[in-house]
């Protein structure tokens, strides 16, 4: 079946780059999102790739696509304490189809 | 920005008891979803619910579970003889098929604990 695996912790010096991997099994998703999780709160959509796209930058976020190895990864720029939080990155096969979420990334930004 | 919202943001009750939570999607969006987090564990779906149906379940969305829209703006996941495992947080979301991009958008939760 599907299934998205993520490593589980990352740290980062306070405006250092991060990088937060992600690898999905089914060749056929179509859209794959990044979520951000604050302890306490829900999902906050933060961007997505349709996955005839290799890359899509918006702001401090760059996201990379490796259809080839089923390989997203997400990178921010100049990571700031606020951005401390579980990263989750999901799939989908479009319209009205479920989420496949990943474990979560623990992103822990160090002053 | 238009958000789902979900009540209550926590419910405590006891096994074997039915619980409701409520949602109100996005007003003008057409695809209604149920997640539920076990502490520590994956995001997982449960439902998708599209023009006054379900349209997709998980193997954990059994006889126990049922979705419903009353009306036309609340959405609500009801959980009948609850058990110990019932205890997660239960994400809605909802989605408008528009040009193909699908973003879901998220509730805050509810966390739902069984004593």
């Known amino acids: 079946g599907e299934d998205v695996e993520q490593s589980l912790f990352l740290s980062v010096r306070e405006g250092d780059s991060s990088v937060i991997n992600c690898t999905y099994t089914d060749s056929s998703s179509t859209y794959l999102y990044w979520y951000k999780q604050e302890p306490g709160a829900g999902l906050q959509l933060l961007t997505y790739i349709f996955s005839n796209m290799d890359m899509k930058q918006d702001q401090r976020l760059t996201v990379l696509l490796n259809k080839k190895d089923k390989h997203l990864s997400l990178r921010i720029a100049d990571t700031q304490t606020g951005d401390s939080a579980i990263y989750f990155c999901?799939?989908?096969?479009?319209?009205?189809?479920?989420?496949?979420f990943g474990p979560g990334t623990r992103l822990s930004v160090l002053p | 920005e238009p958000e789902v919202t979900q009540t209550p943001s926590h419910q405590v009750t006891q096994m074997g008891q039915e619980v409701i939570l409520r949602c109100v999607p996005i007003s003008n969006h057409l695809y209604f979803y149920w997640y539920r987090q076990i502490l520590g564990q994956k995001v997982e779906f449960l439902v998708s619910?599209?023009?006054?149906?379900?349209?997709?379940k998980s193997e954990i969305f059994d006889d126990q579970f049922s979705v419903e829209r009353p009306d036309g703006s609340n959405f609500t996941l009801k959980i009948r003889s609850t058990k110990l495992e019932d205890s997660a947080m239960y994400f809605c979301?909802?989605?408008?098929?528009?040009?193909?991009?699908?973003?879901?958008?998220f509730g805050d939760g509810t966390r739902l604990s069984i004593l």
């Open positions: 979301a909802s989605s408008r098929p528009t040009g193909g991009n699908q973003p879901q958008h």
């Open positions: 999901a799939e989908s096969m479009g319209y009205g189809q479920n989420f496949v």
């Open positions: 619910f599209y023009n006054n149906e379900i349209s997709e």
